[in-house]
């Protein structure tokens, strides 16, 4: 059974900063792209950041230069790192990636349950 488990967030005025983590755990046997994903109320879930396997990260336009996705593979973690934050990053952030359970198994999608953030004052 291969888990996602999300920490790190919380409440924070504006301007602040928060890390969130995200641990993968089970039976693993390789970790390929990882991505953070969020939900507001009454809103889609988008997607927010990305990086591969080998460390290639991508963001969207509304995080670009304040959020810093990054991995730990001997920790199976991977890290959003989010500055100078704003009330409309208020949202649940979701953990999601795809991992390879065993050598001769496709890739699946794993999620998180999911941690809650909040910018305000």
């Known amino acids: 059974q291969v888990q996602l488990v999300e920490s790190g967030g919380g409440l924070v005025q504006p301007g602040g900063s928060l890390r969130l983590s995200c641990v993968a755990s089970?039976?693993?046997?390789?970790?390929?792209?990882m991505n953070w994903y969020r939900q507001a109320p009454g809103k889609q879930r988008e997607l927010v950041a990305v990086i591969s396997s080998g460390g290639s990260t991508n963001y969207a336009d509304s995080v670009k230069g304040r959020f810093t996705i990054s991995r730990d593979n001997a920790k199976n973690t991977v890290y959003l790192q989010m500055n100078s934050l704003k009330p409309e990053d208020t949202a649940v952030y979701y953990c999601?990636?795809?991992?390879?359970?065993?050598?001769?198994?496709?890739?699946?999608?794993?999620w998180g349950q999911g941690t809650q953030v909040t910018v305000s004052s």
């Open positions: 999601n990636g795809y991992l390879q359970q065993y050598r001769d198994r496709a890739y699946s999608a794993y």
């Open positions: 089970g039976s693993i046997f390789s970790i390929g792209a």
